[in-house]
């Protein structure tokens, strides 16, 4: 196993949306970014959105790589890291980024539909801790960055599977804070409100109207601002920041 010497940065679900954005603010001639991505949902098959990231990674003057693993998958997700550590040698940052909605009121909520939110959003970030734990702690140094939502402490109707992913999430990341602070491991949250991706443009008219008006700043977030509080979270200057949930939602929670 080759150490790269540079600094490595793990962002699952990278070929879109916050995670490209975070990929891309990750980019520079220090760094070298890993991301997964999963749709297709073929290994083989086109990886258009994932090269675009690898591409715009490298306009920005840096060095990136997206690898197929579904995150809900234990034996995938441990493929992805080995490969990670088999061509870098260490990692220095993860950030569970990648997530799914599968929307309905709990009373019409499928039973399907509760298991692969919560695989994908709460298991997910729970198998790349506990993978990536070990080796941040034997390193004795590393960052953990999980994206929440605000809907993780407000509440949603019609988001059961999301919200109960996403207050879970919040409790992850204060525990594994907990666990992790005495080996030099910092592990924080960010709470994205209102941003602008694939995500949100499914959310009919009538509802991101009423969601628009609930926002002091009186604009949605762009992937950028949850990318640029990720990369402070991972820097130096953020090194005795622990176990915190950062909302960034134009005001829309306080
Ligand atoms: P998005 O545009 O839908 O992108 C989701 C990303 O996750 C894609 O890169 C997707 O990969 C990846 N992904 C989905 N399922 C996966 C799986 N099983 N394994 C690996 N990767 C998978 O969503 P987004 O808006 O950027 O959201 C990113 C994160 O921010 C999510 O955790 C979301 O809950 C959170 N968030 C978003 C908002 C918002 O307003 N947008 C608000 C609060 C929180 P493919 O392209 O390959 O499918």
Redesign the pocket.
């Known amino acids: 196993m080759a150490d790269n010497g540079k600094r490595v940065i793990i962002v ?8 490209r954005a975070i990929c891309v603010a990750f980019a520079g001639n220090d760094t070298e970014v890993f991301f ?4 297709p949902g073929d290994p083989e098959g086109e990886k258009t ?1 994932a090269a675009e990231t690898e591409k715009m990674i490298a306009e920005a003057g840096g060095t990136g790589k997206g690898l197929w ?4 998958s234990r034996d995938e997700t441990n493929a992805f890291f080995d490969q990670v550590l088999e061509e870098a040698g260490h990692i220095d940052v993860l950030v569970n ?4 909605t599968k929307d309905a009121l709990i009373v019409r909520m499928k039973e399907a539909d509760w298991d692969a939110v919560l695989n ?2 709460l298991k ?1 970030p729970f198998n790349c801790i506990q993978i990536i734990g070990k080796i941040m702690m034997k390193q004795r140094h590393g960052r953990i960055i999980n ?1 929440a ?2 809907v993780g402490v407000t509440g949603n109707a019609g988001q059961a599977n999301y919200v109960a992913s996403k207050a879970g999430i919040i409790g992850l990341t204060k525990t594994a804070a907990k666990e992790l602070a005495p080996r030099g491991v910092t592990v924080n949250a960010v709470a ?4 602008v ?4 443009a499914v959310v009919p008219e009538k509802a991101r109207e009423a969601m628009l008006g609930q926002i002091p700043m009186g604009r949605p977030g762009q ?1 950028e601002d949850i990318a640029g509080v990720v990369t402070f979270l991972a820097s130096e200057q953020a090194a005795y920041i622990t176990g915190q949930v950062i909302h960034v939602s134009g005001g829309m929670y306080m």
Do not use: L
């Open positions: 699952t679900g990278g070929s879109r949306g916050i995670g997964n991505y999963f749709s959105a693993a579904d995150i809900a980024n990648a997530g799914i994908v959003n997910g994206i939502s605000i994205p409100g209102f941003i991706t694939d995500m949100t992937a």
